[in-house]
């Protein structure tokens, strides 16, 4: 029986998808998938993963509000958020943070940093919040 940790993904863009895929399996990481942020908040109740990778540009609800949903589910709390954006935007690590984001990691991705960054997060020891 595996013991990897679970990890959602919410990202609607197929390549960006399929790389941070190919990241984290090949971290022995599990990875569970949305495409909206709708259906990522649905599947972040269900399934309580380890950490959630939030990308902010999404249809249905974009990353911000999807996190805010997910912060304020008591149920959900101590589950790190990494907001993930291409849009390297001064303020939108602020943004991410005032939504209940725990970190931000910016598109385009590189490979060993995100893999680093995922890693620590999945410890507790980068967030200022952490896993509970
Ligand atoms: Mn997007």
Do not use: W
């Not at 190919?22 to 022995?28: K, N, P, Q, R």
């Not at 399934?47 to 589910?73: F, K, S, T, Y």
């Amino acid at each position: 029986m595996s013991v990897a940790p679970r990890i959602l993904v919410v990202e609607d863009n197929p390549m960006n998808l399929e790389l941070v895929r190919d990241i984290l399996t090949a971290e022995g990481y599990e990875v569970l998938e949305a495409a909206d942020g709708a259906t990522g908040v649905a599947i972040a109740t269900l399934e309580r993963p380890a950490l959630i990778l939030m990308d902010l540009q999404l249809p249905r609800l974009d990353g911000l509000e999807a996190a805010r949903l997910i912060r304020a589910d008591p149920r959900l709390a101590g589950i790190p958020i990494v907001a993930v954006t291409a849009h390297a935007m001064k303020g939108d690590d602020e943004k991410a943070r005032a939504a209940g984001c725990d970190g931000f990691v910016t598109k385009p991705i590189q490979v060993r940093e995100f893999a680093a960054t995922v890693a620590a997060f999945l410890k507790g020891t980068k967030s200022g919040s952490g896993p509970a």
